[in-house]
């Protein structure tokens, strides 16, 4: 349970990590399922750096789990309007990706070609994706200011309870609402 929540938090924290459009289209869906149709998870280059507090407060330790539920929920919630998206566009995640790899690389046409509904269809949810990236990244936002947990912080805890089994254990007891994980 609590590797899928650092999984889970690792893309929480590529979402609010700069990234520009050409990244949040790269990271456009393979299908229009729900678990894959995530615009705004571009993925981290690289890993937080090494964290300089290694020691993590109780409350911090509530703040945490409590932004990564928030963020979870939200993230849960843009990855079913990405699904919306291209299911109101008729255009498979599959065949968006093999259209967006061609415009990338003009020698990688994808077979068929791309045919002008395609292309309108293309650009149409691109347009919605980067709009949906925009707001989720503004959604995250309010999250870290509201939780008065700084990104930066944010990101050094998730790395330490990457490292450190007991701070998983008591971030996974907190999420579990104090109860002892199984």
Do not use: H, Y
Not at 55 to 60: A, G
Not at 107 to 131: G, N
């Amino acid at each position: 349970m609590f590797k899928q929540i650092l999984v889970g938090s690792s893309l929480c924290a590529g979402l609010w990590m700069v990234a520009s459009p050409a990244q949040a289209q790269s990271s456009a869906p393979a299908s229009p399922a729900p678990s894959n149709s995530a615009p705004a998870e571009p993925a981290p280059d690289s890993a937080p750096a090494a964290p300089a507090n290694r020691e993590v407060s109780e409350s911090e330790v509530e703040k945490f789990a409590s932004t990564i539920k928030q963020l979870r929920t939200i993230q849960e919630d843009a990855e079913r309007q990405a699904s919306e998206i291209f299911e109101a566009e008729q255009l498979s995640g599959e065949r968006f990706s093999q259209i967006l790899q061609s415009q990338r690389n003009p020698e990688a046409q994808p077979t068929p070609e791309v045919s002008e509904e395609e292309q309108q269809q293309f650009e149409r949810i691109s347009t919605q994706l980067e709009e949906l990236r925009q707001s989720t990244r503004q959604r995250f936002d309010q999250v870290f200011q509201a939780e008065q947990l700084p990104r930066e912080r944010f990101a050094q805890i998730l790395t330490l309870a990457q490292q450190d089994a007991s701070l998983r254990e008591r971030i996974q007891q907190e999420l579990n609402g104090g109860e002892q994980p199984q």
